[in-house]
């Protein structure tokens, strides 16, 4: 939640969150809701089908095993990252539209939160060991759409502790070569954003 403020207060779009504990009676009604789906009998029969309903309530099982939950807004029609295909891609980024660029300039604002935050669980760009999880870049469609950021997490390290240490100055390491590569493309391309057309500073 720490991070979904860091967001807010950077100007970038993230649904309004909160958490809600097992002393509520909504925490309570949301367990007791997704318990009911999942154990619901498949309409269809097949081998598949009940297999992927098992391994379904063994999942919202096992999510559900905690004192707390965090309630997320709805983001309506929003086209995740993960599984767009390429053309719907080009057409939500694309620099020559008012939305492209603005989707272009919020998706570079939260690659460079997310190597404040130290926050691997998203975008890709050399800072970290994993694949990122394009599930939490999130689109809206339109003219007035928008780069969603969602599930943002902060991961702090202390370099007063020894094993962190090492964590520490990896972080600085790559945190370096990463606004270094930044600036030399940037140089490369004169500032003007490469060959994709200017950007307009003053438009949402």
């Known amino acids: 939640m720490y991070a979904a403020e860091v967001a807010r207060y950077l100007g970038l779009v993230c649904p309004a969150v909160r958490q809600t504990c097992c002393a509520d009676q909504e925490w309570r009604m949301i367990k007791s809701t997704l318990k009911r789906i999942v154990t619901t009998p498949a309409g269809d029969s097949n081998d598949d089908a009940v297999r992927f309903k098992i391994r ?12 707390n939950l965090m309630v997320m807004e709805l983001v309506p029609g929003a086209t995740m990252l993960e599984g767009c295909p390429p ?4 057409e939500l980024l694309d620099p020559a539209t008012p939305a492209g660029r603005r989707r272009l300039r919020e998706l570079g604002a939260l690659v460079a939160m997310d190597a404040l935050l130290n926050n691997s669980d998203r975008a890709t760009c050399g800072m970290f060991d994993n694949d990122g999880n394009a599930r939490n870049i999130l ?9 969603v950021a969602i599930d943002q997490a902060c991961c702090s390290l202390d370099p007063a502790n020894t094993i ?11 945190l370096d070569q990463f606004l270094t590569d930044i600036w030399a493309t940037e140089a490369g391309s004169g500032g003007g954003g490469g060959g994709g057309g200017s950007a307009e500073p003053s438009s949402p």
Do not use: E
Not at 56 to 67: E, I, S
Not at 139 to 147: L, R, V
């Open 56 to 67: 379904m309530q063994q999942y919202v099982g096992g999510a559900l095993n905690r004192p």
């Open 87 to 90: 053309t719907k891609a080009a």
């Open 139 to 147: 689109f809206t469609p339109g003219d007035d759409g928008h780069t």
């Open 164 to 174: 962190s240490k090492r964590l520490v100055d990896r972080y600085h390491q790559r």
